[in-house]
């Protein structure tokens, strides 16, 4: 059962460019918007993550903007970096309501060129 | 380190055998999550404690597989007669009260 949807699955930019990656879910009950950043052979790092109540939150060179009722949310990363290459997966919870466990989309791979 | 630490990091074993794998939280975190990824994908949940108490359990986990977290501190995730199928890595997670999940480095299994 998918709930959440990501795109693209994989992007390449070049240094300096802005990826832009997409999430779309379905249950109107998630309240917990989370990106987490993957290097291979490692756990999933928390980047940024956003709340309903607001539109966009920046942290750093990561943005993320929400539209509530088109049930979006997006990361964008300003002035990408090499660093950066990595898999990045949105998620989505009902928050510490509920057990609070993350349904993840599928992932999106980024590579960023020198 | 006073991250999510997971034992062992990689684990290679026959089909058929039993293997245990091992979650030390971030201290003073009450809640605990075990997740499975499987190449190419977003991890998938498989279980909730919060303290000792397991209060969710994915369909995803067959009968096969167990989990433990006595006293509220570590837990351990077990699987018993391991399948081909079982090959992935096993994520641990751990959570004040708040939403924040901090993720293990992971275990890799991989069933001959």
């Known amino acids: 059962q998918q709930q959440v949807k990501q795109s693209p699955q994989s992007l390449i930019v070049q240094k300096g460019g802005i990826p832009i990656i997409n999430c779309a879910y379905e249950?109107?009950?998630?309240?917990?918007f989370p990106w987490y950043q993957q290097f291979p052979g490692k756990g999933p790092a928390l980047l940024i993550a956003i709340r309903p109540d607001v539109s966009e939150k920046k942290e750093g060179r990561f943005t993320i903007s929400f539209n509530k009722s088109a049930k979006q949310f997006s990361l964008h990363i300003m002035d990408s970096q090499p660093g950066d290459s990595a898999t990045y997966f949105c998620?989505?919870?009902?928050?510490?309501?509920?057990?609070?466990?993350?349904?993840f989309g599928q992932g999106t791979t980024l590579q960023v060129k020198p | 380190d006073t991250g999510v630490s997971q034992d062992p990091r990689h684990k290679i074993t026959k089909r058929g055998q039993n293997v245990t794998f091992r979650c030390d939280p971030i201290?003073?975190?009450?809640?605990l999550y075990w997740y499975r990824q499987t190449l190419g994908q977003g991890p998938e949940f498989l279980t909730y404690?919060?303290?000792?108490?397991?209060?969710?359990k994915s369909r995803l986990l067959s009968d096969r597989f167990s989990a433990e977290r006595p006293k509220g501190s570590f837990s351990t995730l077990e699987i018993q007669r391991t399948e081909q199928g079982d090959s992935a890595m096993y994520l641990c997670?751990?959570?004040?009260?708040?939403?924040?999940?901090?993720f293990g480095p992971g275990t890799r299994l991989t069933v001959l």
């Open positions: 404690f919060q303290n000792e108490a397991q209060l969710e």
């Open positions: 997670a751990s959570s004040p009260l708040a939403d924040t999940q901090y």
């Open positions: 249950n109107t009950a998630f309240d917990y």
């Open positions: 201290s003073e975190h009450n809640r």
């Open positions: 998620a989505a919870s009902t928050g510490s309501s509920n057990t609070g466990k993350l349904i």
